[in-house]
């Protein structure tokens, strides 16, 4: 009996409560963050937050006013940094700022460009911000993207995390991005998106696309951006396609055929010959026929052969394109060669470790393209073809 | 004895295997990635060869004493006193490592999870829950270790999540600075591998003491495999940057993303290593308990559980005033520290038991033979 008073009266003590209690209806969650530069040492903190809906607010099927309500909203807060930033954020709401579902961090240009792993350092330190979020990097202001609706997701935030997992440009994670600054290379690609105010109403949503290319790094701070053609290319490289449509033109069909790729594969083959060094990519692809403008049969062997070698040129070019950007322009290594020659000569690579740089231009790279084209889609003669079967098409 | 319950050599096996990777397994992968970089995954199995011995020392040790913990037979090898002041450095010794168990886990916590709530709280909660345990002795500790053993293989189910997430190339160049990096990160895992000879104080109350070696190696061998997995499965999701994160597992756990559903599972994770650190508390808080009521020779070690309680309480805030000095003494004092209490000192035990008992047999052996000896000797002095 003595043992059953003591327990409760103890537990009495616990009745004020859980230190760490949170109720949903306490939170503001942001959904997503922009940093840009403001000033000299100051950056501007913008964050979207969602506005959660009143329950049960309108019937069913009955408009309300309710229903063209806003579902985010932006605040911004200038600070030295993000911590401090965000303290003159938390002063505008009625409620706890709450890190854990912010799913995208946009970074603007102009910081971009003078470091962002600074930055990157509150989200990873800080308990509540997620690694599994995603990085983007904005033409102009960040924080515009962060104002404009999406055509038909609930947020930007949604909008750009959708992006990401279609991989229709590189999603890069916290971690990913750490991944690659601490590689061998040192060198970071993130997606590279329209300004926002590019985007604002229907007519420009209609017009421009929001994913404009890949932000290239040096370090943390950015050297260049790609533009999306370039993009494909670098993506090859990273053996990180999965969806590209290559659209390539056939003389002697007089018409573009366009192939999909279903699978694809990209080594990279270090060499050092001679104290030469050079790189062999090795890329292994194979795709259908989506479209054929031509006046080809697709079922014919020779037609597709012709296919496979425009493909290997298409693909070619492409990477052709990325690289001339990346070891002439911004002499940054993001299709990561350093780690090839890394695993492939580690004792060469250390020696050539501090001169990368220097080296990286200089790398000859010979590109190896085997594309297979698997089926010429549901059709075998062109659409619009009216010869009669049986005739020679050529 | 002091301890009327009887545990399995299975149930001790999984007691020792949880009281020696609860706290291994957050932050193994960081330590041993600071020194073995992308080798850290060769870094267990060099750290298990302490286990082993370890082990073996600690079973030799319980043929030669059946019935008594390492307290008991130190007095019994190296004499009363000395035997005893070795007794009260192994008990200091684990109070001491109770206490910093205790503090490690609510850091944890704290950093984690529960930022605003006082970490008096985190620990007193803890000790409490253990002390309960172990007033219900060595018993319930066993069934507890038993039961909570299938919980804690759950998060390797969940790994598989993040294979799209991984990188095979990071494994490479394998070894490329030779063995040394590999070895300089077992330094630290083997610091935690020598936690096994808390066995010695459990095998007293093995019912099947002939499977004690083979449940003991089975044990190491699990706790090697796994830190192995582990430290693989990190080192494929973060590459070299595994280093930087003091708990790299739940980050890792934090990114797993199924279909944008499954998400946020370190909360899963992290109960089932709650459970495992309640296991792991419980033994060493036990061993504490009972080796110092059988060191002052008290009839029974229940009066004392409270009192020592609150002494780990106390030494969790004594030892460390803060984060990085907790993660300092792991990586500096703790490779020598643990080790040199837990697999030295019982080894040189073993070959002085062996020395006396050898001695022994001789000096029997002789007896034998003297009394008629000493006999004409005393007859002769007497003439």
């Not at chain 1, 503001?28 to 963050?33: G, L, Q, S, V």
């Not at chain 1, 949503?205 to 790609?226: C, E, M, R, S």
């Not at chain 2, 082990?55 to 019935?67: E, G, T």
């Amino acid at each position: 009996m003595r043992g059953v008073v003591l327990v409760l009266l103890v537990s009495c003590a616990l009745l004020g409560g859980c230190w760490d209690r949170t109720e949903v209806n306490d939170l503001a969650i942001i959904t997503a963050a922009a940093v840009d530069k403001a000033g000299k040492d100051e950056i501007d903190l913008s964050i979207q937050v969602f506005i959660p809906k009143e329950v049960g607010g309108g019937g069913l099927g009955v408009p309300t006013g309710s229903s063209t309500r806003e579902l985010t909203t932006v605040l911004s807060g200038k600070g030295i940094n993000i911590a401090d930033a965000m303290s003159k954020v938390q002063a505008k709401l009625s409620r706890k700022v709450f890190w854990g579902h912010c799913k995208i961090y946009l970074f603007g240009e102009e910081i971009a460009r003078e470091g962002i792993a600074d930055h990157i350092d509150f989200l990873v330190r800080h308990p509540e911000p997620r690694n599994r979020a995603y990085l983007y990097i904005s033409k102009g202001k960040a924080v515009e993207t962060l104002g404009i609706e999406s055509v038909l997701e609930r947020s930007t935030a949604e909008a750009l995390r959708e992006y990401a997992s279609l991989h229709i440009g590189m999603p890069v994670t916290l971690i990913d991005f750490r991944n690659m600054l601490k590689s061998e290379a040192q060198a970071v690609a993130i997606p590279y998106i329209q300004e926002g105010n590019k985007l604002k109403d229907k007519e420009q949503i209609q017009k421009n696309t929001p994913l404009l290319g890949t932000a290239i790094f040096k370090k943390d701070k950015l050297a260049g951006v790609l533009t999306s053609k370039a993009t494909r290319g670098l993506l090859w490289l990273r053996n990180e396609i999965t969806r590209a449509s290559i659209s390539v033109d056939l003389p002697e069909g007089q018409g573009l055929v366009s192939v999909v790729p279903i699978r694809a594969t990209t080594k990279l083959i270090p060499r050092i010959a001679n104290g030469k060094w050079s790189i062999l990519v090795k890329i292994d692809t194979e795709g259908d026929i989506v479209e054929n403008a031509t006046k080809l049969n697709m079922m014919e062997p020779s037609s597709i052969a012709l296919v496979q070698k425009s493909v290997n040129d298409e693909i070619k070019s492409r990477i052709r394109l990325a690289l001339f950007h990346l070891q002439k322009e911004f002499d940054a290594d993001a299709g990561n060669f350093a780690a090839a020659f890394h695993r492939k000569y580690p004792q060469e690579w250390e020696q050539a470790k501090p001169m990368w740089d220097a080296l990286y231009p200089q790398i000859d790279v010979n590109i190896q393209v085997q594309a297979a084209v698997r089926r010429p889609g549901l059709i075998s003669r062109p659409a619009g073809s009216t010869d009669e079967h049986g005739k020679a098409e050529k | 004895m002091l301890e009327q319950g009887k545990i399995s050599s299975a149930q001790m096996g999984k007691m020792i295997f949880l009281a020696v990777i609860a706290s291994a397994v957050t932050a193994v992968p960081s330590y041993s990635g600071k020194y073995a970089q992308n080798d850290l995954w060769l870094s267990p199995a060099w750290a298990s060869l302490t286990g082993f011995l370890t082990v073996y020392a600690a079973i030799a040790l319980n043929k030669l004493y059946p019935q008594k913990s390492v307290v008991e037979y130190s007095t019994d090898i190296i004499g009363t006193i000395p035997g005893k002041l070795f007794g009260l450095l192994i008990l200091f010794f684990y109070i001491h490592m109770t206490g910093l168990i205790a503090r490690g886990y609510a850091e944890f916590i704290i950093g984690n999870f529960l930022p605003q709530t006082p970490i008096s709280i985190v620990i007193i909660t803890m000790i409490a829950v253990c002390a309960y345990a172990v007033k219900a002795g060595v018993e319930s500790i066993g069934r507890t270790a038993q039961l909570f053993f299938f919980f804690f293989m759950f998060p390797l189910i969940l790994m598989p999540f993040l294979l799209r997430d991984m990188k095979p190339d990071f494994l490479f160049p394998m070894l490329e600075h030779g063995l040394l990096p590999s070895l300089k990160g077992a330094l630290i895992p083997q610091g935690y591998f020598s936690e096994a000879f808390l066995m010695s104080f459990f095998l007293p109350f093995v019912t099947d003491r002939g499977k004690g070696m083979r449940s003991g190696m089975l044990t190491i061998l699990g706790i090697a495999l796994m830190l192995t997995c582990i430290n693989l499965f990190i080192l494929l999701v973060f590459g070299t940057q595994a280093a930087d994160y003091l708990y790299p597992v739940m980050v890792a756990f934090r990114y797993i993303s199924i279909a944008d559903f499954f998400e946020n599972l370190d909360s899963v994770v992290m109960t089932v290593w709650i459970l495992g650190m309640f296991v792991k508390i419980s033994i060493f808080y036990y061993a504490t308990v009972l080796g110092t009521s059988q060191w002052l020779g008290l009839a029974d070690y229940r009066p004392i559980v409270l009192p020592i309680g609150i002494l780990i309480a106390a030494l969790s805030f004594w030892s460390i005033p803060n984060l990085n000095q907790a993660s300092r003494f792991d990586v500096i004092s703790f490779p020598f520290y643990g080790p040199l209490m837990q697999t030295i000192c019982p080894l040189l035990l073993l070959g002085l038991a062996l020395l006396r008992k050898k001695g022994k047999q001789q000096s029997q052996a002789q007896m034998t033979m003297a009394p008629e000896q000493a006999h004409t000797h005393t007859e002769k002095q007497e003439g």
